[in-house]
């Protein structure tokens, strides 16, 4: 007997990267790796306004549609505040899509591998997950099959009501070339749901595509690139009836008064931005060069992450070796993913440990 519904009952739930329980001795705090969280403290901007917040304020509920941090995103894009809904994260965001787009027993359809979310978020709503496996051998690249309507795969799409796309792709770091998803857009009778968490540490990025479709959705969030994941801070810009739709969906004041506040400073701040996200690339670039030294194979990452196989392609056992050095990745099982594990950019000082442990793993 349970007073659950049956999808609920049957489901099993999403499994954040573990948070290891912080003590107080930092010598004993082990390296964390794992959440692609950013390793350097938010903009100065941030602390400012913090100390500066009039608690009283915390009396009154917060703007029920955080105008002023949509008005600021709207001008970093150079799109209309219409055009912009915030959440409580952009896992927010993606539960507001799903339960606006996607009834019960109708479908979602997303890559494998990707952010395991997704399906997750699908089964709460009784919804199905259609899963398209990237190739391996094709550098994880964006079927080609998708571009074309009249190919089996395109065909299999037809009770998809929303297709999300991550780009740069999780736990991959790869990128999708931006022809074949603007192709894909423009023949998908659903919603494609562009999922750039991580756009501000590649090269290129998808807004021209939401500019071009109305059935385009752009999801990003201050979690990575803006050190900020512990205020939870994410949003979605497309058309302004998509958006309209969304904001009925989504809880009346899913922002709090302080994230509110934080998110204008932070996001005011470019130069921060820039400058954390030029810091990481470099250190990326030179983990990527070790590991590469020492015969590892590592994905092309336009990411603030790696994914990277050792020599001996025994992704769970470096994941041990690691941890029982003090030092945590992801670890994501699987045919092809257990391959791999998942490294987030830290500071170089904790990159050094671990390409210390690494070169100790080739030799053991
Ligand atoms: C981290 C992440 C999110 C969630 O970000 P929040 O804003 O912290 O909820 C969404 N999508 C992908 C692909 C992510 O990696």
Redesign the pocket.
Known sequence: MTYFRKNIEEMQGYTPGEQPKTTHASSLQPIKLN??ENPYPPSPEVEKTLKSIDYEKLRLYPNPTADKVRNTIADIYGVKCDNIVV????????TVAIRSFVGENQSIACFEP??S?YPVLAKIQNATTLKIELDENLGFAFPMELTDNTSDLFKSLNKVKLFFI?RP??PTGTVFDITSIDKFCAIFKGIVFI?E??ADFSEDNCLELQKKYSNVII?R????SYCL?GI???WAIADKQVINGMMKVKDSYNINYITQELSVAALLDQNHLNKTVSRIKQSKERLVNNLINLNFSVIPSESNFIFASPPDKKGSQLFEFLRERNIIVRYFPGKITSKYIRITIGKDKNIDKLIECCKNYIKF
């Open positions: 959440t692609n959440g409580n994260g952009s896992d927010d965001i993606l990707t952010y979310l991550t792709n999780a999922d968490a991580y999801g969030t201050l979690s990575k994941a939870r801070l994410g």
